[in-house]
T-cell receptor, first 114, second 115 residues
C-alpha cells in the first residue's frame, strides 16, 4: 500500500515565479492538508481540503492556493514567490474528515527560491 | 489560541539511557495530542497520539507519553535509547472541537544519541 506521495522532490525557482506542488493521498484517504516547514522549524498549517473544498486555512496570504481533485489528490500553488517561501512543503492525508484522525505525511517537496 | 512549547531544542543522551522529551500545550478546549518523528530528508511519522481514554499512551519503537491535564503536558519517554532514535521530534496539538483536525506543531527537539 503506497503511502502519501509528493512531486517533485526538489524544485528551484526565482522570485516572482509561480509553482505547483502535487500530492497523492494514501489509498482510501479523502482529506488532504498542506504544511510549510521552514528550516529548523516545526510545520505550519497552510490549508486543508475535503470534498474538493478548502475547509480551513492557516495564516498564509492569498498567494497560496490549492485544489483537490475528484480522486482526492491535491495541488498547492504559490504565486509571486518570495525568498521567504523557501521551505519543505509537506502534504498529509487522513482517512476521515474531522479532528483526532491521524495525519499521514509524505516526504515533502523542497522548494528553494533564489 | 492553541500553542505548543517543546522545552529544549537539543537533547543528548547516551545509548541505553532514558529519553525524555518535554512538551507543554495551551488549548482552550480538550486537546488531541500527537508526537511525530522526522528523520533527515524525510516526512513526519506518527509515534503516538492521545485523543480520549487512558492518559498513558504507548506508541511505536518503545516510546510512550502521558497526558497530564493539570500540568498541560504530554512528555515523550523511552526507557532505553538506541542509536536509531536520533532524529527530530515534534509535539503537536489539535482542538477536539475542530472539524478539520488542524495540527499546531512545536518547534521540535533534536535527539542525539551517543555511543
Amino acid at each position: 500500500d503506497a503511502g502519501v506521495t509528493q512531486s517533485p522532490t526538489h524544485l528551484i525557482k526565482t522570485r516572482g515565479q509561480q509553482v505547483t506542488l502535487r500530492c497523492s493521498p494514501k489509498s482510501g484517504h479523502d482529506t488532504v492538508s498542506w504544511y510549510q516547514q521552514a528550516l529548523g522549524q516545526g510545520p505550519q498549517f497552510i490549508f486543508q481540503y475535503y470534498e474538493e473544498e478548502e475547509r480551513q486555512r492557516g495564516n498564509f496570504p492569498d498567494r497560496f492556493s490549492g485544489h483537490q481533485f475528484p480522486n482526492y489528490s491535491s495541488e498547492l500553488n504559490v504565486n509571486a514567490l518570495l525568498l521567504g517561501d523557501s521551505a519543505l512543503y509537506l502534504c498529509a492525508s487522513s482517512p476521515e474528515y474531522g479532528g483526532g484522525h491521524t495525519q499521514y505525511f509524505g516526504p515533502g517537496t523542497r522548494l528553494t527560491v533564489l | 489560541a492553541q500553542s505548543v512549547t517543546q522545552l529544549g531544542s537539543h537533547v543528548s543522551v547516551s545509548e541505553g539511557a532514558l529519553v525524555l522529551l518535554r512538551c507543554n500545550y495551551s488549548s482552550s478546549v480538550p486537546p488531541y495530542l500527537f508526537w511525530y518523528v522526522q528523520y533527515p530528508n524525510q516526512g513526519l511519522q506518527l509515534l503516538l497520539k492521545y485523543t480520549t481514554g487512558a492518559t498513558l499512551v504507548k506508541g511505536i519503537n518503545g516510546f510512550e507519553a502521558e497526558f497530564k491535564k493539570s500540568e498541560t503536558s504530554f512528555h515523550l519517554t523511552k526507557p532505553s535509547a538506541h542509536m536509531s532514535d536520533a532524529a527530530e521530534y515534534f509535539c503537536a496539538v489539535s482542538e477536539s472541537s475542530s472539524n478539520t483536525g488542524k495540527l499546531i506543531f512545536g518547534q521540535g527537539t533534536t535527539l542525539q544519541v551517543k555511543p
